[in-house]
């Protein structure tokens, strides 16, 4: 059963050594994060399951001891998903786990072992509830650390371009993540949240299938759309 949830942004920004000299501008985001995996410990999970958007590669599941790289974004920062188990995987962490790595080095993760699920953009709703279900279903108390991101359209600037709907949906977004409001995040729109980039679209409704029966409460703790792409911190309990 879910016991708590965590939802945080996945932009490799995040990590002070990629955003470089930017690194200041996300401080809030980071220390948001930090509150929302607070809550994860917490609850004191017997098991955390950390879902992220993939591209093919990284699809599926990523097993404790799974290392990533920011390599590929100019620094030397590998990470790795919890703890050692001896043999890494070869299957690298996507991005978007790699960032939730950092994240939970970061706050010194010893709670719980931990999985890693990455999810594909084109993976349906009614098939994303019920990847959720099914983890809900896998321990007595299971949390969730959610990765994504809204729109990418919100400024001229923004890697999507400037979409009028973007800030709309994004507010929907934060508002549901809020609210822990379960029907609204099932019920997204994909396609629009395709064409606005929203690469959190099916993390969210795994979460949203996890949560189903379990009667959690959420709290904003933060959103915003640095760079234009919203990015919003939640957490449930």
Do not use: N
């Amino acid at each position: 059963m879910l016991v708590a949830a965590a939802v945080c942004p996945c932009p490799p920004l995040l990590v002070p050594e990629v955003a470089a000299d930017a690194a200041p501008e996300l401080d809030v985001a980071r220390a948001a994060c930090t509150e929302a995996l607070g809550v994860l410990a917490a609850a004191r999970p017997d098991r955390l399951v950390v879902v992220g958007p993939a591209g093919e590669s990284g699809r599926g599941t990523h097993p404790e001891g799974a290392r990533g790289s920011f390599r590929g974004f100019g620094v030397d920062v590998d990470v790795r998903l919890g703890a050692d188990r001896g043999t890494a995987p070869e299957r690298p962490l996507p991005p978007s786990l790699a960032v939730a790595a950092w994240l939970l080095e970061r706050t010194g993760w010893t709670v719980a072992p931990i999985e890693g699920l990455g999810v594909g953009e084109p993976l349906g709703a009614e098939r994303c509830i019920q990847v959720g279900r099914d983890i809900a279903a896998g321990a007595e108390r299971v949390a969730l650390l959610v990765m994504g991101d809204a729109s990418a359209c919100r400024t001229l600037k923004a890697p999507g371009y400037l979409d009028e709907r973007a800030a709309p949906f994004d507010a929907e977004v934060a508002r549901a993540l809020g609210a822990a409001d379960v029907a609204a995040l099932r019920t997204l729109d994909a396609d629009l949240a395709y064409e606005l980039k929203a690469s959190g679209r099916a993390p969210w409704q795994v979460l949203a299938g996890s949560a189903e029966g379990a009667g959690l409460s959420g709290a904003l703790l933060y959103e915003d759309a640095p760079y234009g792409v919203g990015y919003v911190v939640a957490a449930w309990s």
